[in-house]
């Protein structure tokens, strides 16, 4: 049943993969890529990854969503279509054809799907599940690999999101531009859903719990899908929510610039710097075991700090991009 | 704490920390200092390494704690050690070099970001040569990536900000090819580890995906080595950015790209996939000769100095490919040496064209016509580094140009072709350096142009100490001729 | 059934060829940031395939000694990364658009090419 249902699922993102890229409307593309995304999360989860799918449906169908769309509103909603331009073009296909035609052609050697004794399944994997308990003592194998084990990749990973910040920060400009507007300019200029009561009403009545799930999701990573960065998606989605219900003005107001950019520096030094406390320690960079007496204990102490680190610096990147857009679209 | 045996992953945090204080700063000239004393600290960290490297052989680092392969591991021998002396090293001159310049072109209010992408570049691509670990070099790539684009961007030319875009679609697009290539040898081998896959690789080197992975991250590395045919993203991006940053962007991000090929073709596909020896041979021999022949070409018509010299960089890759694709030792230490030595030449050139644009605002060849007379000291600079890059004996050009002929003659017939067509490619290099010096010294300054003097002292100062280098390296070969042999000696150790 | 069981990279194939179409073949900047990020995602799907074992379940213990069969954590580890690595690039790339649109008045990239060959 599940195989069938699988299936069914990955047909329908081929089909909608084809929809996405033929719609010349790009508001119905970015829309569709949204559904794009929750179909691929329901697949993640089909396939045991409950962390990734919970990740891609955030970030894929949440927060890209809602970048596309703001993209959207300062630039075109639709292709523009030349004579003879929907067309498909030649050199492109071919190129596009002999590449997946190369992959297919690889897969037929490939270890068939959920084959217990796949070399995947063989080597460093059952290392990890093995040693997680006694090592880490943590019920959630991904985050001691994501915290721990692989830590120098989620610190890169924590790097990426900040230099992506400070980039579009860089590109978009620092500052207004603006001269000083009225109030009632502002509400004018607004493109948000204050003057709508239902949305703001429910909205805003919603916003605190969805700050409350992000702080669950944020500590309680350790034992069910969460950590980091899917927390610190969510409460950047509820800061979001609320500035689209009240205006992007008041939605800084809430948190303002000079904290944002604090927020995305700190994380990224956070968790940095618990790597140089270990070395300090006399552990290796990101050995969190010296952190305390018993190893097991400093390493839940390391992931609890690491784990802070990057929500700090995702929600806060994440805000600094949506102002940075928003604030154009104000203009 | 013992300090030495931290060095390796002190490479890679000391320009990654800073970043985030740097983004913080908000007093004028306070980031570009930041980011100049960190990134002299890290070219210091880079010497240190490489001494014990030299002299204690190569060095792991476990990091967290945890051995490798279950854990993430730093190594660093004799080739990286080299690659990280041209990162920290082209970063520390360019930033000390280019404060004038960059304030001019990027101004106060973004200097802060800028300098932090800066110094996320040089983490990014210290990260992608230390690390020994596959994954976790896509996410180093990535860093030095995204912070390029960031730096590009910053130029003040809105074709600046196209040339990021394309440099962007097609970056991402080498670097998930490299993905898809880790994942099917992931697939295939259990393991991530750069060492323990070469291990592992021997037993499955006859199967279909893992001869499909070698295909996608030779190309993926290809495309953000700025490979011929490959290359298109290249010119641009190099003509538009900032001319400092050029200057450093120029002398090693497409290395760090050649590096990881070099590596992974070489240590992890070469000695165990079936007939890789001829495949490499047969894909990039052709490639090469095209790449150095063409750019050349191409770079003799181009009146743009920035794009001309972007053009060179693809003939000079070529070089470098070519060495790599004869498997020799000879022609691997020629293709090693010459990635040192043409980041020598070309921040040089690169240099000495920002100093030009400083005073006279553009960088089209018309524009500079006279600039000779007036800007002594620049264009002598500018000579110098272009006769390394002919490869002129007594320079730096001329010891890698040396290796890969010999290499070339040694060979057997198709060398000699082949050495014919390294000839010729040079001889371009004369037509196009020429075409700068006689409009420099030999046309008078065009109606109505604006005044040129010489450029600021501290500018000259480290472009003069670059264009020495290149006289220096092309006299005492010992540090990088030492290196460079060790590293081609370690490569094809149990390939050939 | 034996048919289906490499259903998964055949469609990770597909997806990747898709992707790979729109962005180099479109000319809208907008849609061929659209078209990498399907690209990217074909990539994901393809890692998280090959952490599949029949019958296991996610990788969380539900008991204190951690007995039970799961599927490997860690392809799953990597894509989370790979996941915010694509969302970064997409920021970024967005940005760039903008700031085109700002200074050229269009995001089609044929435009901008004559635009910049007049000046």
Redesign the interface.
């Known amino acids: 049943m599940t195989l069938v249902f699988g299936v069914f699922l990955l047909t329908l993102l081929v089909i909608v993969a084809v929809a996405i890229v033929r719609s010349t409307n790009l508001f119905a593309a970015v829309m569709l890529s949204g559904i794009f995304s929750l179909l691929m999360a329901v697949n993640f989860f089909l396939l045991d990854a409950a962390d990734v799918a919970l990740t891609e449906a955030a970030v894929g169908a949440g927060v890209a969503t809602v970048l596309f769309l703001s993209a959207l509103a300062l630039t075109a909603e639709h292709e523009q279509v030349r004579p003879g331009g929907a067309a498909l073009q030649w050199l492109p296909l071919v190129v596009a054809f002999a590449t997946g035609g190369l992959l297919i052609y690889a897969t037929f050697q490939n270890p068939v799907i959920g084959d217990p004794n796949a070399p995947v399944h063989q080597h460093v994997a059952p290392w990890y599940l093995e040693n997680t308990p006694e090592l880490i003592d943590i019920p959630n194998v991904v985050t001691a690999v994501l915290g721990s084990f692989r830590g120098f990749d989620t610190l890169g990973e924590v790097f990426v999101v900040f230099t992506a910040g400070i980039g579009v920060l860089s590109i978009l400009g620092l500052r207004h531009t603006l001269v000083e507007m009225t109030s009632a300019e502002i509400d004018a200029r607004q493109r948000s859903l204050r003057h709508h009561l239902i949305p703001r009403v429910v909205g805003r009545g919603m916003v605190p719990f969805i700050l409350l799930f992000a702080l669950y999701v944020q500590f309680h990573g350790e034992y069910s899908p969460g950590g980091g960065f899917q927390a610190g998606a969510i409460a950047a989605a509820a800061i979001i929510l609320y500035s689209l219900l009240e205006g992007d003005d008041r939605g800084r107001a809430l948190v303002p610039e000079w904290l944002l950019q604090i927020m995305v520096a700190s994380g990224a030094l956070l968790f940095g710097g618990v790597g140089v406390v270990c070395m300090l320690l006399g552990g290796s960079f990101l050995d969190y075991s010296v952190l305390a007496e018993v190893p097991s204990e400093g390493q839940h102490l390391g992931l609890l700090l690491i784990e802070l680190g990057v929500g700090i610096t995702v929600s806060g990147v994440l805000l600094t991009v949506f102002h940075a857009f928003a604030r154009r679209a104000s203009r | 704490?013992n300090l030495d045996a931290?060095l390796p992953?002190l490479q890679i945090?000391v320009p990654?920390?800073t970043?985030?204080?740097v983004?913080?700063l908000r007093v004028p000239s306070l980031p570009w200092a930041a980011a100049t004393v960190t990134s002299g600290l890290a070219f210091a960290v880079a010497v240190t390494l490489t001494g014990q490297v030299l002299a204690g052989g190569p060095m792991s680092?476990?990091?967290?704690?945890?051995v490798p392969?279950?854990?993430?591991e730093l190594y660093v021998d004799h080739f990286s050690a080299l690659l990280l002396l041209i990162i920290t090293g082209a970063s520390t001159v360019a930033l000390a070099f280019g404060k004038a310049s960059l304030d001019q072109e990027v101004g106060h209010?973004?200097a802060p970001?800028?300098y932090?992408?800066w110094l996320?570049v040089v983490?990014g691509l210290c990260?992608i040569v230390a690390t020994g670990d596959a994954?976790?070099l896509?996410?180093?790539l990535?860093?030095s990536s995204?912070?390029t684009?960031?730096l590009i961007?910053?130029a003040p030319d809105?074709?600046a900000?196209?040339a990021?875009?394309r440099y962007?679609?097609l970056g991402?697009?080498g670097a998930?090819f490299y993905?898809?290539g880790v994942?099917?040898i992931?697939?295939?081998?259990?393991?991530?580890n750069l060492a323990d896959m070469t291990d592992?690789i021997a037993e499955?080197g006859e199967?279909?995906?893992v001869?499909?992975?070698a295909?996608f991250i030779t190309v993926g590395l290809a495309l953000k080595a700025a490979m011929f045919p490959l290359h298109a993203w290249m010119p641009n991006a190099y003509t538009f950015a900032p001319h400092a940053a050029t200057a450093f962007l120029a002398a090693c991000s497409t290395k760090a790209a050649i590096y990881v090929l070099i590596r992974f073709d070489l240590t992890v596909f070469l000695p165990h996939l079936s007939d890789h020896a001829e495949q490499v041979s047969g894909f990039f021999i052709p490639l090469a000769v095209l790449a150095f022949l063409i750019g050349s070409a191409v770079a003799v018509f181009e009146r743009n100095l920035k794009r001309m010299l972007g053009y060179s960089s693809v003939a000079q890759i070529g070089y470098i490919l070519l060495g790599l694709a004869l498997l020799s030792p000879l022609a691997l230490t020629g293709a090693i040496v010459h990635l040192f030595n043409h980041a020598l030449m070309k921040s040089a050139l690169f240099m000495a064209v920002a100093c030009l644009a400083f005073r006279a605002g553009s960088v089209q060849l018309p524009d500079l016509a006279g600039c000779g007379r007036a800007m002594p000291l620049t264009m002598g600079a500018f000579v110098l580094a272009g006769l390394s890059m002919i490869g002129v004996p007594l320079t730096a050009g001329f010891v890698s140009k040396w290796y890969l002929i010999l290499a070339c003659l040694e060979y057997g017939p198709l060398g000699y072709v082949l050495a014919g067509g390294i000839l010729v490619s040079s001889l371009l290099a004369v037509a196009y350096v020429w075409k700068v010096v006689e409009a420099a010294y030999f046309q008078p300054r065009p109606e109505g142009a604006r005044e040129l003097r010489e450029a600021p002292p501290a500018m000259l100062a480290v472009l003069w100490l670059v264009a020495l280098g290149n006289v220096w390296f092309g006299i005492d070969t010992d540090l990088t001729l030492g290196l460079a042999e060790q590293a081609a000696a370690t490569l094809l150790g149990d390939g050939s | 059934m034996e048919f289906l069981a490499l259903y998964n990279y055949w469609v990770f194939a597909v997806l990747l060829l898709i992707g790979l179409y729109a962005v180099v073949a479109k000319v809208n900047l907008v849609k061929r940031l659209i078209g990498l990020s399907i690209f990217q995602g074909a990539v994901f799907l393809l890692y998280i395939s090959m952490d599949k074992v029949e019958g296991g379940t996610a990788p969380i213990f539900q008991t204190a000694d951690g007995a039970g069969v799961f599927s490997n954590p860690l392809p799953q580890v990597l894509i989370l990364t790979a996941i915010v690595v694509g969302i970064a690039t997409t920021a970024l790339g967005l940005a760039v658009v903008v700031r085109i649109r700002e200074e050229y008045g269009t995001v089609e990239e044929d435009v901008i090419e004559d635009m910049d060959a007049d000046s």
């Open positions: 704490m931290h992953i945090i990654l920390m970043a985030p204080v983004s913080l680092y476990a990091l967290g704690g945890w392969p279950y854990g993430i209010e973004r970001m800028f932090a992408a996320l983490a990260g994954f976790n896509f996410v180093f990535e860093i995204l912070a684009y960031v961007a910053s809105r074709r900000l196209m990021t875009f962007l679609i991402t697009v998930t993905l898809i994942g099917l992931y697939m295939m081998t259990g393991t991530l592992r499955v199967l279909r995906p001869l499909v992975a295909g």
